[in-house]
């Protein structure tokens, strides 16, 4: 029986675990309060004693004591990512056989602490993730976040149990990546007009490589894999201002200030870009050690391809028939690129019009449609539709004076799109999970983006976390008045209206 009147189902826990009971009395910790863990999960320990030190406001110190008040310990039984909590008056016992799972069981005890205020309900936990792949992405380009905040939203994902960020570093309006020997990227290319003054300012804004080792650092000890996006062939017209010869026409060029699909891209016809992709590429791959890379290869328009001399010539020798079937011969060299670099690449659902290698990842971004056609065509993929579920650059209502544009999407949109909706057994084996899209257009500041982030977020992080025979919006909905507990006492500023 739940030990006070009034509880929550599940504790209040956004994602919902796969098994959770409650048990007669609560915990309340007392000094000393300490943490052991086996040998494999030290480093989970050490996360955990900041953590927990800050939702229960009571130091917690790692010691070698089995008989700690948190005990960790290794499981060989278990699946990967899957834990144990036992939480009881004397304290807190967790199993995992992985240290993703160690860490999952103390981020479940740290959310436990920040809804209840420290007197947490006895209960009995088991848990395990329903997808591999359960990810946010945040667009650095069009609004430049500053490494802290990066490092915040990669902690409030990682309560969430999401284990991907998609790091969207180059587009038309900025190239944040600096390249070594290549310092025209960032003095030109990184350079951003903000308009919203008078006259407009104008700054210079990249990630340098400090910065972007402390964000891998951070996103590591807190089991999250860092996806970058290089965007090619299109959206490019930052580059093209640093590089005009890389275009088809020589132009001048700038960092766009406005958002949309612009006719200037790569020139496939020109051997330099490719070499020039190469160098960028083992950059990236020297930076990010993940194995992910993604591409882009999205709204790519071909008309200067069409008229580019040196393009017509590249069809003719390839024996392509048209423009349309160079993006395709495009999109194959760019995924080779990373082919021989040991990564392998990601892109967007455009690129399964391209006979791209079968190992390419496709993000489904136009609709689940596109999902079900790339796993059909026997990619791999991550669902992230932007109609009705996870562009979370859409507004939560529709009243004029609500955040957000291209649309409305409401946290009950976003709580009942199923990826796997509609899939055949075969499809649904090839789908890793999904994701929620954070574009910054219209997103000037970080307390804007976690206000478009959340809950909508916590929505798509429970249907890639709990099985969908457990999912409920009804049940979500009774669980996320006491999940805002854990999200206020973070400071998160959130959307508070109607979820419908």
């Given amino acids: 029986m739940p030990p006070i009147r009034n509880t929550p189902p599940d504790g209040g826990l956004v994602p919902r675990p796969r098994v959770f009971e409650y048990c007669p009395d609560s915990y309340h910790p007392k000094l000393p309060f300490d943490i052991s863990a086996d040998p494999p999960f030290a480093a989970e320990a050490a996360w955990a004693a900041e953590a927990l030190s800050a939702a229960f406001t009571l130091p917690v110190v790692v010691v070698e004591d089995r008989r ?5 310990r290794y499981v060989a039984d278990l699946e990967p990512e899957g834990y144990r909590l036992a939480l009881r008056p004397s304290g807190a016992r967790i199993a995992a056989s992985s240290s993703a799972g160690a860490f999952y069981g103390l981020q479940t005890l740290r959310a436990l602490a920040l809804i209840w205020e420290g007197r947490i309900p006895c209960c009995i936990i088991e848990d395990a993730p329903r997808f ?10 069009r609004n430049f976040f500053e490494p802290a905040f990066i490092k915040r939203l990669i902690d409030l994902a990682a309560l969430h149990k999401l284990n991907r960020f998609h790091w969207h570093l180059t587009d038309d309006q900025g190239w944040r ?4 020997g290549r310092p025209e990227l960032v003095q ?31 996103a590591a000890q807190r089991h999250v894999t860092v ?26 060029f700038e960092p766009e200030d406005r958002f949309g699909i612009y006719a200037d891209v790569l020139c496939a016809g020109n051997d330099d870009v490719f070499m020039f992709l190469e160098e960028v590429m083992d950059e990236v791959v ?22 580019c001399p040196r393009c ?17 011969w ?15 690449p990601v892109g967007w659902d455009e690129i399964v019009q391209s006979a791209t290698p079968k190992d390419a990842i496709v993000m489904a971004w136009r609709s689940a449609e596109r999902g079900r056609e790339a796993a059909e065509a026997g990619h791999d993929v991550v669902m992230c539709p932007g109609s009705r579920a996870c562009y979370l650059d859409h507004k939560h209502r529709d009243v004029p004076d609500e955040p957000g544009h291209l649309g409305v999407s409401t946290v009950k949109d976003s709580y009942l799109f199923d990826p796997l909706e509609n899939l055949s057994e075969n499809q649904k084996s090839r789908i890793l999970g999904m994701q929620g899209n954070l574009w910054t257009e219209i997103m000037y500041f970080g307390r804007h983006v976690e206000y478009m982030a959340f809950p909508r977020l916590s929505a798509l992080a429970e249907t890639a976390w709990t099985p969908g025979e457990l999912r409920s919006f009804d049940g979500f909905s009774a669980r996320l008045r006491w999940w805002g507990k854990a999200l206020d006492s973070l400071d998160v500023a959130r959307y508070r209206g109607p979820l419908e």
Avoid at 68 to 72: G, L
Avoid at 227 to 252: D, K, Q, T, W
Avoid at 312 to 328: S, T, V
């Fill in 188 to 218: 030109n290319s990184a350079r951003k007009v903000d308009r919203r003054y008078v006259p407009p300012l104008e700054r210079t804004l990249y990630y340098d490589e400090d910065a972007i080792q402390d964000i891998l650092a951070h």
């Fill in 330 to 344: 495009f999109t194959r060299q760019a995924a080779g690129i990373l082919r021989r670099r040991g990564r392998r």
């Fill in 286 to 307: 020297r930076l990010f050690p993940g194995l992910y890379v993604h591409f882009g290869g999205d709204e790519v328009p071909t008309e200067r391809w069409a008229l």
């Fill in 312 to 328: 017509r010539k590249r069809m003719a020798d390839e024996g392509l028939p048209d423009a349309a079937a160079l993006q395709g």
């Fill in 227 to 252: 996806i970058p996006e290089i965007e090619m062939p299109g959206h490019v017209l930052a580059l093209l201002s640093s590089h005009p010869e890389f275009s088809c026409i020589g132009s001048r």
């Fill in 132 to 141: 591999g792949w359960r990810g946010f992405m945040l667009d650095t380009v």
């Fill in 68 to 72: 700690a008040a948190i005990r960790v």
């Fill in 177 to 180: 990546l600096p390249i070594p």
